[in-house]
């Protein structure tokens, strides 16, 4: 999620689509606040492992 972000990001900044990079910054904010959350121990997505 944080990389697809990140993509829509870039490609929102070169091609000046001011949606893809609204989309790209909510996608990677939600991606870093789930593996900030994953890894401090909390259970995400209703796992506490990916296995």
Not at 21 to 42: E, M, N, Q
């Amino acid at each position: 999620m944080i990389l697809l972000g990140v993509l829509l990001l870039i490609i929102g900044f070169v091609t000046g689509i001011s949606f893809l990079w609204t989309i790209g910054l909510l996608l990677a904010v939600i991606g870093l606040v789930l593996w900030v959350a994953g890894s401090v121990g909390h259970a995400v997505g209703g796992r506490r492992h990916y296995w």
